[in-house]
């Protein structure tokens, strides 16, 4: 009986060493695949690190964020997935602070004693609207390590407008905003009134071919440059704050510059699907452009985003946000600062 006894010991002993070695052999297999998942990664985003160390922080990195979204794609009743992108190694500290950029106006009212679509009823309002068939989107930009969402928001408003009243479709620079507007903090952020502010006093703004994006401040203003007027307004409105029935009304007639919260994960690695988080934050710290808007197959109402963080991340650049939610001011704060250019 003792003799069993220490069999069945030793047996049970080996079968734990075993689980630990097949566990260990295990993990030892997901963290080769996920070191050359990593390298595959690099060598499509061009990534080069200064060191191994920061090759290896980087790295740990990159295991989170693949974690968390594939956990979150293995989840039931999400509106919408999430995709490993060329974000995927920055921490989401990292991501608000080199990719976004939006500043909210000081004094910002809720009213808008100016909004020229407030008597529009709905019989005059589409059902859906996307300003690309109409040819008045240029294509995703990218606004790289630059904090000048402000400028690119403005400029692709400015740009359909420009299509809307003249038929032509029109690329404009972003690097005048961020050279020349000087309310605004270039790379360091801007808001959306004083930039429509400056495009208003210098009467317009040049060619992108003419003052291309640096994703970068020059330092001074190329006045030549800035001469060169492609496209003007003569002014430019806000929408009244938290109210997407009148934010529809303006996204109707054209397009639309918009402040959003892109905090969390979730937006950093949105790949598809209508964004629905209950995790926004609370400030708007991003500008964006409303495209459009419409209501998926089964009866999800949205908003179609046009972003500057190039044609990789999202729908191809694009970004479908729930429209009409509970909160007033909208599905990530936002309607709570829309403003489009008059002309």
């Not at 997935?81 to 602070?97: A, P, V």
């Not at 808001?191 to 003419?210: C, H």
Request: contains cysteine; proline residues 3%.
């Amino acid at each position: 009986m003792a003799f069993q006894r220490i069999n069945l010991v030793f047996i049970a002993i080996f079968i734990t060493l075993g689980t630990l070695a097949s566990h260990a052999t295990s993990r030892s297999l997901y963290e080769a695949s996920l070191a050359e998942k990593h390298e595959q990664w690099m060598a499509k985003h061009g990534r080069v690190y200064p060191n191994a160390a920061e090759k290896e922080r980087r790295l740990g990195i990159f295991r989170k964020n693949v974690e968390y979204v594939e956990k979150f794609n293995n989840e039931a009743n999400k509106t919408y997935k999430l995709n490993i992108n060329k974000f995927s190694d920055m921490t989401n500290e990292e991501f608000r602070r080199y990719h976004t950029g939006f500043k909210m106006p000081p004094g910002l009212n809720s009213t808008s004693s100016n909004f020229s679509y407030q008597s529009l009823a709905a019989t005059d309002i589409p059902t859906s609207v996307d300003w690309r068939k109409q040819q008045a989107v240029t294509p995703i930009k990218n606004q790289k390590s630059c904090g000048a969402c402000w400028a690119f928001t403005v400029a692709a408003a400015v740009e359909g407008l420009t299509k809307i009243k003249t038929g032509q479709l029109i690329s404009l620079s972003e690097q005048q905003l961020v050279d020349c507007d000087h309310q605004n903090k270039g790379c360091g952020g801007g808001n959306l009134e004083s930039a429509y502010s400056y495009v208003v006093q210098n009467g317009g703004l040049a060619r992108e071919e003419t003052y291309p994006y640096q994703a970068t401040e020059m330092g001074t203003c190329d006045t030549n440059k800035e001469s060169e007027h492609a496209a003007q307004i003569t002014g430019f409105e806000s929408v009244p704050s938290s109210s997407e029935n009148d934010l529809q009304k303006a996204v109707a007639m054209q397009p639309v510059s918009i402040g959003i919260t892109a905090d969390g994960q979730d937006f950093q690695m949105y790949g598809s699907g209508v964004y629905k988080s209950g995790n926004c934050g609370t400030e708007p710290n991003h500008a964006v452009t409303a495209i459009g808007y419409g209501t998926t197959e089964d009866g999800t109402l949205y908003w179609l985003i046009k972003n500057s963080w190039g044609e990789g991340w999202g729908e191809s650049g694009y970004m479908r946000i729930l429209r009409n939610s509970d909160a007033p001011e909208g599905m990530c704060n936002l309607a709570v600062n829309p403003v489009y250019p008059t002309a």
